[in-house]
């Protein structure tokens, strides 16, 4: 009779959500640049047009370099800003800030749905949406981006993918 109750608890019991584990590993390459890339290599892929402008974050000392359309010979299309963050001569950050056609046609929300198909639902905070296995973070949000629209300073919101080393991110609920 026992064995009949637990296999009757075994069955009626609803199915434990899917682990991180059972997710595959989340790619560490975006634009055709990979986390651990070089300065070199990145300046191969996208052969600067002029100098890029870039700073060092006080937090983490992680070298932030703004990289625009106009600021390489060469650049992925729909996109108008890749952000690279560099640690001890190492890429450990790339993101992708889209143009305001892609924006209109993937919102966050598509494009989250988009990967969840590979990586399985997301962590999510309001219009924030991540993933993350041992190594890697991978994150889907709006970016804010200032510019004048006849003759007025305005921001517009801006589809946004970011894929950086695990030990750079910092939950911001």
Do not use: N
């Not at 640049?33 to 290599?41: A, F, M, N, V």
């Not at 990145?42 to 890029?52: E, G, H, L, N």
């Not at 892609?102 to 198909?117: C, F, I, M, S």
């Amino acid at each position: 009779m026992m064995i009949f109750w637990a296999l009757a608890l075994f069955l009626t019991t609803p199915p434990l959500p899917a682990r991180a584990e059972d997710s595959p590993p989340i790619q560490r390459h975006l634009a055709y640049l990979h986390l651990g890339d070089s300065l070199e290599t990145v300046q191969k892929i996208y052969p600067p047009a002029r100098d890029w402008p870039s700073y060092v974050e006080p937090r983490g000392h992680v070298t932030r370099i703004k990289v625009e359309s106009y600021f390489a010979k060469k650049f992925p299309q729909k996109v108008d800003t890749i952000w690279l963050g560099f640690k001890g001569g190492s890429l450990v950050e790339i993101q992708l800030i889209y143009d305001e056609e892609y924006t209109a046609q993937k919102t966050v929300e598509d494009l989250a749905g988009d990967l969840a198909l590979i990586y399985g639902e997301a962590s999510r905070t309001e219009d924030k949406f991540w993933w993350m296995d041992d190594a890697t973070v991978l994150m889907v949000f709006y970016t804010q981006v200032p510019m004048i629209r006849a003759g007025r300073r305005v921001v517009e919101m801006r589809t946004t993918i970011q894929l950086m080393e695990r030990a750079l991110f910092r939950r911001r609920d």
